[in-house]
């Protein structure tokens, strides 16, 4: 199986559409969104993991573009500053994935970007701000 967390960008017009509903009806792909934004204009931003083969995926991807949808991959979106961290742990509370966790019997905060789904959860959470968006995103196919 094949998984990637992606953005999409929708233009007014087809925010409207239930475009992304196809991935599953047509290509046989499960997503699972992460974050949906309506920007002032109604233009809508969209992160989601999509997981399937990987030809599936590719023909997704495709489609989505032949619809105006904008497509871009974000693989290491969440970073930790360490100077910042004072390992308060208030993070681990919030994280859904367990990318964050306290390791013991060191009691210290680690962060696992593997693990990360992108849900920025944990950016508000956290005291120092530590947690930070450092988005390496790549036009995708
Ligand atoms: S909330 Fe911030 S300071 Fe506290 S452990 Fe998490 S990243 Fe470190
Ligand atoms: S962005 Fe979400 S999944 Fe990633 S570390 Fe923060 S809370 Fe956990």
Redesign the pocket.
């Known amino acids: 199986m094949y998984s990637k967390i992606l953005i999409l960008r929708f233009s007014a017009v087809e925010a409207k559409k239930p475009i992304v509903c196809h991935l599953e009806r047509d290509y046989d792909l499960t997503f699972n969104i992460l974050k949906a934004t309506i920007f002032p204009r109604q233009e809508g931003m969209l992160v989601m993991e999509l997981v399937g083969p990987r030809k599936n995926f590719k023909e997704g991807v495709q489609y989505l573009k032949a619809q105006g949808v904008q497509v871009q991959y974000a693989s290491q979106e969440v970073k ?1 500053n360490q100077r ?9 509370a919030v994280c859904p994935t367990g990318a ?1 966790f306290v390791k013991r019997p060191e009691m210290k ?1 680690r ?1 696992e970007q593997k693990k990360c789904s992108v849900c920025e959860l ?1 950016l508000p ?7 930070e968006i450092r988005p390496i995103q790549q036009t995708f196919f």
Not at 84 to 92: I, L, N, S, V
Not at 125 to 131: E, K, N, S, V, Y
Request: proline share 5%; glycine share 4%; charged share 15%.
């Open positions: 930790r910042r961290c004072t390992h308060c742990g208030a993070c681990t964050l905060v962060f944990c959470a956290c005291p120092t701000r530590a947690m």
